[in-house]
């Protein structure tokens, strides 16, 4: 009779643990970072690389991820983004998901990665409008062509309340 009602107590806890689980994934956050690419090289034409400082500023957002669960990484198709990207990608060792800059917006982020954390990288002038769509509100302006100090992050909840922040970089030279 023990040897019975242990099965049935062991029974009972397999299947509120697997309960559990459910409710936690039902429950993970969609979190977006959006970064900016870091300096690049002036009077390169359209495409141009990284300078070595921008190449140093790339390498530490390999520390402030250190600790963080990275799911994705995305990047636009331009090499500042991609050299940008590319040290976190593999510490994390992750491949760089290039997307296209006049198809995204915050439906299709949300869409495509609900539950997962994603690093994007872009530019100045669409990492705002990204962070803006998802929290349906344009507050967020453009950066300042010489800000590579900012970026933002968006936590969207299973019921699609977003919270968005501007947060900084402390960048050493």
């Known amino acids: ?14 299947m509120s643990s697997c309960g559990n689980t459910s409710k936690q994934e039902d429950n993970k956050l969609t979190i977006f970072y959006f970064i ?12 141009p690389e990284l300078t070595q400082s921008g190449i140093s500023r790339a390498n530490q957002w390999v520390n402030y991820f250190f600790l963080k669960d990275v799911d994705r990484i995305l990047s636009s198709d331009y090499k500042r983004t ?3 990207a590319a040290p976190l990608a593999k510490s994390k060792k992750l491949p760089i998901e290039i997307y296209d800059v006049r198809s995204l917006n915050g439906d299709s982020l949300l869409n495509k990665y609900k539950g997962e954390t994603v690093v994007l990288y872009g530019h100045s002038n669409t990492i705002n409008s990204y962070t803006n769509d998802l929290q349906s509100d344009s507050i967020y302006k453009e950066l300042d062509e010489k800000d590579y100090d900012h970026f933002f992050k968006v936590q969207i909840d299973n019921n699609g309340k977003s919270r ?10």
């Open 1 to 14: 009779m023990k040897l019975k009602s242990l099965w049935v107590i062991v029974i009972m806890i397999i």
């Open 36 to 47: 900016r690419h870091a300096e690049k090289v002036k009077d390169q034409g359209n495409d």
């Open 82 to 84: 991609r050299q940008t």
């Open 164 to 173: 968005a922040q501007k947060l900084a970089m402390d960048f050493i030279e």
